[in-house]
Structures are given as structure tokens and as C-alpha cells.
T-cell receptor, first 117, second 115 residues
Framework: AQSVTQLGSHVSVSEGALVLLRCNYSSSVPPYLFWYVQYPNQGLQLLLKYTSAATLVKGINGFEAEFKKSETSFHLTKPSAHMSDAAEYFCAVSFNAGGTSYGKLTFGQGTILTVHP | DAGITQSPRYKITETGRQVTLMCHQTWSHSYMFWYRQDLGHGLRLIYYSAAADITDKGEVPDGYVVSRSKTENFPLTLESATRSQTSVYFC??????????????FGEGSRLTVL
């Protein structure tokens, strides 16, 4: 069975500081990994995804994540936080069935990012 | 480009009443999903569908019914609403065909309150 653990339900940073949101996964087969962002009263939007190509994945809004198989991690980073980054972030894992995923994602519990001026 | 739309966006109902949340997508995606979002639990899968007339249970299906007579629609029905079903419900879709990475596309959510 696959699972996702996000370390820290709340993360607070100052504007301009490094953002680091942690995600560890468990999967018995090579996974597909995703980070989604949710702004208040909205649905989830895809930030970036790992699909077994490059281990360092770049996404929208300056975010990136690195897949580390040995650590079973997929942490999300951004060098310099902006006020507009304040949102809830979800890590998710999907089952990779021979190069195809059917979208049945397992989500972490979410991390709320607060950015202080 | 309408994408995926949910209705109603907000609903208040009473315990024991039947409620149906609608979901419509314009992409002809094969797979559709219903998740519920609750504080401390993230998103949990209720039901999903691989195609018209094919549905399967997710992690928390009790108390819910789904149908998919057409590819583009995937309604979720609470047959007898309970207070524990107060939540935000998200519909999502996925291409789900060969080579797909399984990216989900989400609607904006339906906030349901059961009194």
C-alpha cells in the first residue's frame, strides 16, 4: 500500500526566506509523486510532478522538488518566499503501473504555509 | 474552456436528508474521482470511476452512492446525510490512458454542512 507523510502541518517563514516543505512516501513500486497547492476556497492546482525522468523537478511559481529514492523523500523548496505563496500544500503519490497512472492519488495531510512580511 | 465544474458550491442540509453533489467535466477524461477534505485528514478518496458505468470504492465510501451513466458526469449522493459528512467535497478527473502520469484536475469544491 502507498502512503504519504508530510512533516509539519504548519510552516511559517519570512518573506524572502527559503521555503522547505517535507514529504516522505511509501510505495512498493516506483511511484509518481506530485505537489499540489490550494488557495483559500479554491480547488487544488498542480505545482509539479515527478514521473521517473529527472530527479530534480521544476514547477510553477519558482518551486522545485527533488526525488530521493534512498530517503523516500520528495521535499518541496523555493529559494525566496513571496507573500503570494501563502497557501496549503499537499504531497501526493500515485501507483505507477508499467508507465501509466490512473490518477488514484494518495494525499498527505497538508502543510499550511504562512509568509510573514 | 470550462474544465471541471461542481454544483452546488455551498449547501446546508439537515440530518437524514438526501443530497446530491454534481460534477461535470468537458475534457472527456476517462477517470473521475470524489474526495472529501477534512481538517487533519487531508483528502480522502470516496469513490472513483474508470469509465461510464464502471465505479469502485475508495477509502471512505460508507454513506455515499455514485453513478456514471455518461463520461462527463459523476454525481455523488448522500442517501441520508449525517453530521460526520459535513466536509468540503472535491471532484477530480484524470486522463488515465496509456502513458498518463495520473495528474488530477480538480473542481473548486462543494462545501456541505449537515445540521
Amino acid at each position: 500500500a502507498q502512503s504519504v507523510t508530510q512533516l509539519g502541518s504548519h510552516v511559517s517563514v519570512s518573506e524572502g526566506a527559503l521555503v522547505l516543505l517535507r514529504c516522505n512516501y511509501s510505495s512498493s513500486v516506483p511511484p509518481y509523486l506530485f505537489w499540489y497547492v490550494q488557495y483559500p476556497n479554491q480547488g487544488l492546482q498542480l505545482l509539479l510532478k515527478y514521473t521517473s525522468a529527472a530527479t530534480l523537478v521544476k514547477g510553477i511559481n519558482g518551486f522545485e522538488a527533488e526525488f530521493k529514492k534512498s530517503e523516500t523523500s520528495f521535499h518541496l523548496t523555493k529559494p525566496s518566499a513571496h507573500m503570494s505563496d501563502a497557501a496549503e500544500y499537499f504531497c501526493a503519490v500515485s501507483f505507477n503501473a508499467g508507465g501509466t497512472s490512473y490518477g488514484k492519488l494518495t494525499f498527505g495531510q497538508g502543510t499550511i504555509l504562512t509568509v510573514h512580511p | 474552456d470550462a474544465g471541471i465544474t461542481q454544483s452546488p458550491r455551498y449547501k446546508i442540509t439537515e440530518t437524514g436528508r438526501q443530497v446530491t453533489l454534481m460534477c461535470h467535466q468537458t475534457w472527456s477524461h476517462s477517470y473521475m474521482f470524489w474526495y472529501r477534505q477534512d481538517l487533519g485528514h487531508g483528502l480522502r478518496l470516496i469513490y472513483y470511476s474508470a469509465a461510464a458505468d464502471i465505479t469502485d470504492k475508495g477509502e471512505v465510501p460508507d454513506g455515499y452512492v455514485v453513478s456514471r451513466s455518461k463520461t462527463e458526469n459523476f454525481p455523488l449522493t448522500l442517501e441520508s446525510a449525517t453530521r460526520s459528512q459535513t466536509s468540503v467535497y472535491f471532484c477530480a478527473s484524470s486522463l488515465g490512458t496509456g502513458g498518463s502520469t495520473g495528474e488530477l484536475f480538480f473542481g473548486e469544491g462543494s462545501r456541505l454542512t449537515v445540521l
